[in-house]
């Protein structure tokens, strides 16, 4: 799944960076580059909180996340002088293509390429992630299978693949994802925030500067705020209008207020339609033996929230051969 996410914002079909010249030059180089990012940044490291140890770097974090950094930075840069290099020599004809593209039409400043990084990362894990968890729910569950691909063969028809026009005709599909959101929220403390001044907040007085962390994963959990929450159940979705875009706190997945998600829209698609397409398209079971409850549903703590053991799956294919070429 990442790979394919992946493919959509940076590689071609081949697995290479565009113009593979850069610093870095493989897919698979690049997605370990991903995951090493993606842990350090979760990882306890204890110069933080007893600082008079940190010169010494004794977990060696520090050493990784600064080799990890030149070499993010290394590429970036490469994204973005093949970028204006593109702009350049398209002159007058240039048409944005992509992200990047637009950024650069509309920020020149020193923050940019932060920013890059940011679009790069924040949105390549999340949506595979989420993705990944979905099917490992759906896995665990055949029933809900059954329930989603009966949905799809009413609306798109097993002679097509599904469209993000479908998107608004498919509710047991939209109830999967936010299902899956609640369970298993790939940021599960958001980031962190400091309160500007002095404030009350249900009965609790929080002073000014305090380092706040929201725990959405608990909120997910929250026996007064859920039936059964421990259960996945689509179904509880279904008639509500509880949704994913920070007004309903009890399931806040991207976030709320002004450092919400900026990805929200794009991501929610990218989840909706790669999961519909991979029920629409594939039938979904476990290797012989295995049983939904043998799953391990272990997670990995950083940047965002993964799997810990990988997904292993039997797939075959559900439409008409042509579909597929
Ligand atoms: C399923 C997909 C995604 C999920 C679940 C997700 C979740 C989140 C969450 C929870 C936050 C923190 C919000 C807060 O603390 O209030 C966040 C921040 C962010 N996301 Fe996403 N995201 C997704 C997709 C994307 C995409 C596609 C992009 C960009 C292309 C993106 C870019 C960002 C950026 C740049 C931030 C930092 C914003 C800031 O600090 O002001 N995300 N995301």
């Known amino acids: 799944m990442s790979t394919l996410s992946l493919n959509v914002r940076l590689f071609?079909?081949?697995?290479?960076?565009?113009?593979?010249?850069?610093p870095v030059l493989s897919l698979a180089e690049f997605k370990w580059m991903m995951d090493e990012m993606m842990l350090l940044n979760g990882v306890l490291n204890v110069g933080d909180?007893?600082?008079w140890l940190g010169c010494l770097d004794l977990q060696g974090y520090v050493r990784r996340m600064k080799r990890i950094g030149e070499r993010f930075s290394a590429f970036i840069d490469h994204v973005i002088d093949e970028h204006a290099e593109r702009r350049?020599?398209?002159?007058?004809?240039?048409?944005?293509?992509?992200?990047?593209?637009v950024l650069m039409q509309v920020a020149d400043d020193p923050t940019?390429?932060?920013?890059?990084?940011d679009l790069i990362v924040g949105g390549t894990e999340s949506s595979s992630a989420t993705v990944e968890w979905a099917i490992s729910e759906v896995l665990r569950k055949p029933s809900i299978f059954a329930t989603a691909t009966e949905e799809l063969d009413h609306v798109v028809?097993?002679?097509?693949?599904?469209?993000?026009?479908?998107?608004?005709?498919?509710?047991?599909?939209?109830?999967?994802?936010?299902e899956t959101m609640r369970v298993h929220p790939i940021a599960p403390l958001l980031t962190p925030r400091v309160t500007r001044e002095d404030v009350a907040v249900a009965g609790y007085d929080i002073p000014k500067g305090t380092l706040v962390l929201i725990n959405v994963?608990?909120?997910?959990?929250?026996?007064?705020?859920?039936?059964k929450p421990e259960e996945f159940t689509p179904e509880r979705f279904i008639g509500t209008e509880i949704d994913v875009k920070g007004q309903d706190f009890e399931l806040l997945p991207f976030g709320s207020g002004r450092r919400m998600c900026p990805g929200y829209n794009l991501g929610l698609k990218e989840v909706q339609l790669s999961l519909a397409n991979l029920l629409h398209g594939f039938t979904w079971s476990l290797p012989e033996g295995m049983a939904g409850q043998d799953l391990s549903m272990?997670?990995?703590f950083g940047l965002s929230t993964t799997r810990k053991f990988p997904l292993?799956?039997?797939?075959?294919?559900?439409?008409?051969?042509e579909l597929y070429a």
């Open 12 to 22: 071609d079909d081949t697995g290479n960076a565009p113009a593979a010249e850069g």
């Open 49 to 51: 909180w007893i600082p």
């Open 88 to 101: 350049r020599r398209d002159g007058d004809s240039f048409v944005a293509r992509d992200m990047v593209d």
């Open 112 to 117: 940019f390429e932060a920013f890059t990084q």
């Open 157 to 178: 028809g097993r002679r097509r693949w599904v469209t993000e026009e479908d998107l608004a005709n498919l509710p047991y599909l939209n109830a999967i994802v936010k």
């Open 217 to 227: 994963w608990t909120i997910g959990r929250d026996p007064a705020q859920w039936e």
């Open 298 to 300: 272990d997670e990995v």
């Open 312 to 321: 292993e799956v039997v797939v075959q294919p559900r439409l008409p051969t």
